[in-house]
């Protein structure tokens, strides 16, 4: 997702039941897949996939999987 009004690029991940949004740097992209390429998410962190774009940073989130 980009950051409206910016060239950042950013995904939000689910922490302790909130979102939180992470900034990253993006790489290669193979249709439509892009890679992530950044040190800012660690590995096992969640990413909010689907209805990301209705939420905002601190926003109650609920997995479901």
């Known amino acids: ?3 409206q009004g910016t060239n950042e ?3 939000y991940t689910v922490e ?3 979102a939180k949004r992470v900034f990253v740097e ?4 193979y249709d439509d897949l892009v890679e992530i390429q950044s ?3 660690k590995l ?3 990413i909010i996939v689907v ?5 905002v ?5 609920e997995v479901k999987q």
């Open 1 to 3: 997702m980009k950051q």
């Open 9 to 11: 690029r950013l995904v």
């Open 16 to 18: 302790n039941g909130k």
């Open 26 to 29: 993006t790489g290669a992209r």
């Open 39 to 41: 040190k800012n998410l």
């Open 44 to 46: 096992g962190d969640k």
């Open 51 to 55: 209805g990301q774009s209705k939420v």
């Open 57 to 61: 940073d601190g926003t109650a989130v």
